[in-house]
């Protein structure tokens, strides 16, 4: 043992261990195409490898640092790899981690104003700053009555939508009361199934939740929308939640949102739109159509921890009508009391989600935002778009292949002209060999597979590649 | 600019990028005293000298991190100086924040199994360490029925705990049906906020928490729990949850958990337990009577993100029965699915909580336990309650001062033996110097001061000197 017990480390060790952190991280990422993409570990060999028991006393930091390498990193699915093409990306990117570490470091609580005005403010500035990014419509901005906050996920962010339309549909009611098993919410068959996870918490109950049919791009129908809301109310119910989704995660169905929102505000509901990969693309003007409609939207959201650059979690959630959102949520006990909240002329972020306890995500997002600049981030997202764009192509071109649904921006959703076994077969085949790592859906009940291009370092030459990996493991699929 | 468009960092760039945070970080610790540790920024101040608009094209990282200090740091809250005594703190340490940058570095998801092992094997692992480093009851532990799981904060852990109870005691038919307005919650007036917000994001209503009568030592009385439940049973409603605090935030109450699950289990009651903070004293044997009881519980959470050097988010829940933990949140769409999900043989964590993705939180968690080792954080958790110990010493041993509450561990509650007012400007005054940020609480109708000791560097001399700036701050008040 090198250390006396009860030592912290001193900002001199700080420095040292925190430069050998930097240096794995660089180096890991130097060598990241040399992993498997997916982890070939199988269950119960991580754990196999650690001690049984906690170690009684401290060890060196070298000693842990080790073990990353040795014991963690087999066990690791890689989603910072360029031939990650899985689910959606969640990726990352230089100036992104160094503001988490950042966060890290000063490690304040952003739950009121006062407990770190900075982690309020800059997070309220750059999301005013991504609505103007987005060209979103000017009432989601802190400017007027609405604003943005940070979230986990956007599953919490579609939870918290669908409580703030619980309350407003029954005057902030159903927090005082609980529900009474009348509240219907509305979202598409294709939607994530985050919403059925929300539609559960919020004790609406499964059977409140109506997944509406699609039409043969995959998207929300608003006619079935329409006819069943007013199906509902002549059962006595009582409608209160359209959740509507801009690229879904099957197929990036694209909902249509000019006619939903125009039920919605016909209809008085509280209209969600989940953006949470696709809202990136519209950071370009040439794909702001996906966003249209969105003026008679209550709430948005999209996930810069997805295809923008910040690691996870970073989900912005932006909505109309502050108030209601923050009176659905509000708390006040005694030991949370202080002067700047009670004068009004703050927001304390604890009132906008689920989570009293709030880390400072703004400044990763920041930092993204600022070194990457606009240009930056659109000229990869037309990267991405345009890779993914090309790998459509090459399906269409190779009669063995088949596009299984639209593909309107950086995922691919094909199939093989074969079985779904063989499809299956091709998918896990392709996983296994390491080369790449990409999942399936499946739509009109045939097996599909996805290919989205998201993870910040993809280049042509891992798309090109990827396509002849696929090509040749087609070859030797075993026959029908 | 000296950037070309679309340029991501490099490795290269991020050794140098990353050497320059850390060294901003070691640097900030070294002068972390030399700032007023509540921020003296006024509303709308770090807004103010942010740009209007997001920049159109990229900046130097040197650029963003000078801004840092020179824009952020004034509206920065020092939660992590050592004169830091409000609220409960949040600390964190060396090994922790270098394991958070590992995470953000590796960037990987643990929604499932397969798309990181090592991030689910290892928080397993870890959780069933912690459990045995607690003296847990062994149900808590994967090894049996149960087990343990990250989540961000106690309010989301609390939130699991009453959705699974609310289930169980319907036989999962909420998740259904929804609520119908008789599930009926428990916990003490002096419970966090966070079971309010719980009960109605659940769908409960607040109308169906009770909240029980404390005792002259702010614990719940087991008495009137029982005499509740029964009028609610004859009422026709459904008792189903009970939330016990070990150490609650106004003044570290300790609520009496033999006799409050003995009423759980003749009441067929989920029995929760929220030790938050003082979940961590448990470490040290001498301080485990606190969770004495916890065997008839069916969940307990305790965050080393407050006081186990383990920087935020780090929540940990441990459930007895984690099937039904799974049944209440499970949700199975086919883009999800895959070949060690169905084979059972693995734990999804997405089915133990609200969030869908989620990142390696475990890593840190694993740092710190290796870092320190047992012995080690025995020591500083000993350290903290020491400290406190003798500042409650010093304010009985000053006739102007008294305890306002007992102080089992690291929280004293006192007041100044003068008004309300005396005691609100006191705080005032004190915060305001910048030497120290204490916060407040009100107690039997009384305006109570809090000092919680837990700040990872907070030595004798800073708690000395807070008592002299308190002694001397006083001669300065108001007369009534």
């Not at 989603?79 to 990117?93: C, G, K, L, R, T």
């Not at 939903?260 to 989940?274: A, N």
């Amino acid at each position: 043992m090198d250390k006396k017990i009860g030592f912290h480390m001193t900002p001199e060790e700080f420095r040292r261990h925190g430069r050998e952190v930097v240096d794995w991280i660089a180096e890991y990422y130097e060598k990241i195409e040399t992993f498997p993409v997916l982890s070939q570990a199988y269950p119960g060999q991580i754990r196999a490898s650690l001690p049984k028991d906690p170690p009684l006393q401290g060890e060196s930091f070298e000693a842990i640092l080790q073990d990353v390498g040795r014991l963690i990193l087999p066990g690791i699915t890689h989603w910072q790899s360029p031939n990650f093409f899985a689910f959606f990306p969640a990726n990352a990117s230089g100036p992104s981690i160094l503001g988490e570490l950042l966060s890290a470091g000063l490690g304040v609580q952003g739950m009121l104003w006062a407990t770190s005005p900075a982690c309020t403010e800059l997070e309220t500035q750059v999301l005013d700053w991504l609505a103007d990014m987005l060209d979103l419509p000017e009432k989601f901005k802190s400017s007027g009555k609405g604003g943005g906050v940070i979230q986990d996920t956007a599953s919490s962010a579609s939870l918290s939508a669908l409580l703030a339309a619980r309350e407003k549909a029954t005057g902030f009611q159903t927090n005082q009361k609980g529900c009474d098993g009348r509240l219907v919410a509305y979202t598409s068959t294709q939607a994530h199934s985050s919403i059925e996870k929300a539609v559960k918490i919020a004790g609406l109950g499964l059977k409140n939740l109506r997944l509406i049919a699609v039409d043969d791009r995959f998207a929300m129908q608003p006619a079935a929308l329409s006819l069943q809301i007013g199906q509902d109310r002549q059962a006595g119910l009582i409608p209160c939640f359209v959740s509507a989704t801009v690229g879904t995660t099957s197929s990036n169905a694209l909902d249509p949102l000019p006619e939903i929102g125009r039920i919605c505000r016909q209809e008085g509901l509280w209209f969600h739109v989940d953006g949470a990969m696709s809202g990136t693309a519209a950071l370009c003007p040439e794909y702001r159509y996906i966003l249209k409609g969105l003026e008679s939207a209550d709430s948005f959201c999209f996930n810069p921890h997805k295809w923008m650059f910040t690691n996870f979690d970073c989900d912005c959630f932006f909505v109309a009508d502050r108030e209601t959102l923050i009176q659905t949520f509000s708390i006040l006990p005694e030991y949370l009391r202080n002067k700047a909240s009670e004068s009004g002329a703050v927001f304390d972020y604890r009132d906008w989600h689920i989570q009293l306890g709030r880390r400072f995500r703004a400044l990763k997002l920041w930092f993204v935002l600022r070194y990457y600049g606009i240009e930056g981030l659109q000229y990869h997202v037309r990267q991405h778009i345009k890779l993914a764009q090309s790998f459509a192509r090459w399906v269409q071109e190779d009669d063995r292949f088949e596009l299984a649904a639209p593909a309107p921006l950086n995922l691919v959703c094909f199939r093989y002209k074969g079985s779904d076994e063989q499809n299956q077969q091709l998918v896990e085949k392709l996983n296994q060999s390491g080369a790449l790592y990409l999942t399936h859906t499946v739509l009109n009940g045939r097996y599909t597979l996805r290919f989205c291009v998201g993870q910040t370092n993809t280049e042509d030459r891992h798309v090109i590649q990827a396509w002849e990996k696929i090509q040749e493991t087609v070859k030797t699929l075993s026959a029908e």
